[in-house]
Structures are given as structure tokens and as C-alpha cells.
């Protein structure tokens, strides 16, 4: 499973330090990527994931940054000092440009997030969007492979129409993953790992069906094997 292992990032969506050691304990060995988002961040994950990028593992820090340029900028050059794999920040044009500046030089992977997973057409209407999630995704996936980005966060669903925009380089990672039967929780545009393999995806993020799950050694191994037969 070496090939799908590197493409599993497994988010730690814990409440604490204590919490996300121990699932990293767990599932040592099977899995090597890691995302680290607010929730962690804000509980003293930044030296959390500078001691898991030391130790030889990849991690995916979860910012979604969006700020005036310089801002995004210095905060891109700050994170890039931690060794961690990839960024994420919002996939605005401008905040694009400045953030790929200032990581130029660096192993940073930027990650432009398009529409999150949670949102479907009458949330992007509330939020003041006109068109579909498709469309939003596909003009903001042009406008990061035009700024350098190095890949895209997307739902599953985009991710063949994604990856026909930007190619066969960039990094196309979808969120929203659930295995067959599973809850579907607060997303609203998932899809089965092996199904967002064949569509393009080249990694997958998981977090509740992993962290959340009796056994989360047994989980992973179990969305590992899903992922091997689209392999």
C-alpha cells in the first residue's frame, strides 16, 4: 500500500495535543500525512506540526488564508520555516499571486480552496455567489493554475473537471471522503475514496471516519484497501 498511503492525509481534527498524539501513535506506521487545522492549531498545533515534520512525516496545514497581500505573503514565508508539506488558502486571485512569491524557493505546496464541502447552490446564493459550485470551482481552479499554485482543494465531485483544467501536475486534494455507508456528517458533496481516485484526485483528505472510528488503526487500513483497487 506504499503508493496509496502517500496519497491518504488523515486529518486531526481532535481537541487536543494529548488527542492527536495518540492517533499519531495509532496509526504509526500506515499512515504518514497529516492535517492539522484550526480546531489543533489554536491548541498549540504549529510546534505540533513542526515536531511531526522533523520526525520525517508530511503535513497539510489547514489555514484557508486570506488577508492584503503582504499579509498573506509574510504568513506564507512564516509557515514555509515550519517544514510542513502544504498550505491551503483561499483561491483568490490576488492572495494567489502574493503567496506563490513569497514561497518561491521553498518545498511548499500552496493549495487554492475553491468551494468548500460544505457548501452547496443555495449557500453560495446566501453568501452573495451567483452560479453553480461547479462553475465557481472551475473559474477559481483556472485562476490558481494561472498563479503558480501548486494544486487545488476541491470536492470529489469537481475533481475530473478540476484536473482537466489544471493538468496532471498539480495537486488536486479533495476533502469530503466518506466510505461506503458512512455518515456524511455536516458535508453535502462527497464521494468513496476509490471513486475519487479514478476522478482525479491525487489525495484524499479523511478526518471523522478515521479519527472519530473504535478502531482508527482498522479504519484507515480498511479506506487504504478502498483506495488500492483504484490504484
Request: hydrophobic share 50%.
Amino acid at each position: 500500500m506504499t503508493n496509496v498511503s502517500e496519497r491518504l492525509i488523515v486529518g486531526l481534527d481532535l481537541p487536543s495535543l494529548a488527542e492527536a498524539e495518540k492517533a499519531v501513535r495509532e496509526l504509526d506506521g500506515l499512515v504518514s500525512f497529516y492535517k492539522i487545522g484550526y480546531r489543533l492549531v489554536f491548541a498549540g498545533g504549529l510546534d505540533f506540526a513542526r515536531d511531526l515534520a522533523a520526525e520525517g512525516k508530511r503535513v497539510f496545514l489547514d489555514m484557508k488564508l486570506l488577508d492584503i497581500d503582504n499579509t498573506v505573503a509574510e504568513g506564507v514565508e512564516s509557515v514555509a520555516k515550519l517544514g510542513v508539506s502544504m498550505l491551503t488558502l483561499h483561491a483568490y486571485p490576488k492572495a494567489m499571486r502574493a503567496a506563490v512569491a513569497a514561497a518561491r524557493g521553498s518545498r511548499l505546496t500552496l493549495l487554492g480552496v475553491t468551494v468548500l464541502t460544505s457548501m452547496d447552490e443555495a449557500d453560495l446564493r446566501e453568501a452573495g455567489y451567483s452560479g453553480t459550485p461547479a462553475e465557481l470551482v472551475a473559474r477559481r481552479a483556472g485562476q490558481a493554475r494561472e498563479a503558480g499554485m501548486g494544486g487545488i482543494v476541491c470536492s470529489a465531485a469537481e475533481a475530473a473537471s478540476v484536473r482537466a483544467i489544471v493538468g496532471p501536475q498539480m495537486a488536486v486534494v479533495t476533502p469530503g471522503i466518506r466510505p461506503a455507508g458512512a455518515a456524511h456528517g455536516d458535508q453535502k458533496r462527497v464521494m468513496t475514496p476509490a471513486d475519487a481516485l479514478r476522478a482525479g484526485a491525487s489525495h484524499l483528505v479523511v478526518a471523522r471516519p478515521i479519527v472519530a472510528a473504535p478502531d482508527r488503526r482498522a479504519a484507515a487500513a480498511a479506506i487504504l484497501s478502498e483506495m488500492q483497487t483504484a490504484a
